[in-house]
């Protein structure tokens, strides 16, 4: 069992920043993968940021430049800093981990999401 927990969202002002964080932890023998995607009322959900165990990095296009995804020294937290916030990217926020649960056993796990709110 993995368990995902977010925390950071709220309300901000266009133009602001947040800090996104979420906790892994549970049955993990490794993790290969990290992540956040997000949905808007009305949308598919769709990839933000995701960072590989090996270092490497992703982004949107759309938040290229402005957010940043990193992670602690034990690669159990990954955070989000999202900076010149535009309305446009108010959504839910949802942390994902691709988590090795033995040798040969990966799955996807899921945040339970949180709120990120940017008001004009």
């Known amino acids: 069992q993995v368990q995902l927990v977010e925390s950071g969202g709220g309300l901000v002002q266009a133009g602001g920043g947040l800090r996104l964080s979420c906790a892994v932890s549970?049955?993990?023998?490794?993790?290969?993968?990290m992540g956040w995607y997000r949905q808007a009322p009305g949308k598919e959900r769709e990839l933000v940021a995701r960072l590989t165990a090996g270092g490497s990095s992703n982004y949107a296009d759309s938040v290229k430049g402005r957010f940043t995804i990193s992670r602690n020294n034990d690669r159990t937290t990954v955070y989000l800093q999202m900076n010149n916030l535009k309305p446009e990217d108010t959504a839910v926020y949802f942390c994902?981990?691709?988590?090795?649960?033995?040798?040969?056993?990966?799955?996807?796990?899921w945040g339970q999401g949180t709120q990120v709110t940017v008001s004009s």
């Open positions: 994902a981990a691709e988590v090795y649960t033995s040798s040969y056993d990966l799955d996807d796990y």
């Open positions: 549970g049955n993990i023998f490794s993790i290969n993968a």
